[in-house]
């Protein structure tokens, strides 16, 4: 069980994504959580009113049965695989953390300072969650696709564009993390 409840290392994890992508290369398939929105949208009746979402949504089925591997994974890994312990975040993380006001870096995934229905619901956690909501939203559609889409499918694919979209995730992440974040929470 401690295999299980451990993460597990980059020898372990990075070939099991690399057989992955393998099989999908070959069956000639892509990888991307966010085209899965767009599925959803397809069979909820959007394609009544914009173009983009006129597509034939059955090809797609193979891919949301991803997501509901992710839902049901995710569920029994912190229901039933979590050991309760704390985040490993490394110190002066939790330094700059708490510097910007989060009280309890590391000890949830999830920081309450903004995601607490009290904080949530407030105009300025309102207004967060809503334009990062909208950026994340945009970014993913302009940029042709997420982050696991382009890190991993498109990067297995030696695909430029995906090569370009990682560079600015990183980029975007620093500038968040650096200039942004301090901001925000200052």
């Known amino acids: 069980m401690d295999s299980i409840l451990q993460p597990w290392p980059w020898y372990v994890s990075g070939p099991l994504i ?5 099989f999908l290369i070959y069956f000639g398939k892509t990888f991307g959580m966010s085209s899965n ?17 006129r597509f034939d949504w059955k090809a797609q ?18 229901n ?9 975040l490394n110190p002066e993380t939790i330094k700059d953390l ?7 870096a590391g000890s949830t995934l ?14 300025k956690g309102l ?5 990062a909501g909208f950026l994340v939203g945009f970014g993913t559609r302009y940029a042709g696709g997420c982050t ?3 890190a991993i499918t498109g990067l297995s694919n030696l695909q430029l564009p995906s090569l370009i979209a990682v560079i600015g995730f990183f980029i975007g992440g620093l500038l968040m993390t650096h200039l942004l974040l301090p901001l925000i929470f200052a």
């Open 18 to 22: 690399t057989l992955v992508m393998i």
């Open 148 to 150: 696991s889409g382009h």
């Open 127 to 131: 207004a967060i969650l809503i334009i």
């Open 98 to 104: 708490q510097e910007l006001g989060f009280n309890n």
């Open 80 to 88: 039933f695989l979590s050991d309760g312990s704390a985040i490993d």
């Open 37 to 53: 929105l767009r599925t959803l949208c397809t069979i909820g009746g959007a394609g009544k009113y914009s173009d983009f979402f």
């Open 61 to 78: 089925r193979w891919n949301l049965t991803v997501v509901l591997g992710a839902i049901i994974g995710g569920f029994i890994a912190v």
């Open 110 to 123: 999830l920081p309450g300072e903004i995601y607490d229905w009290d904080n949530a619901l407030s105009i």
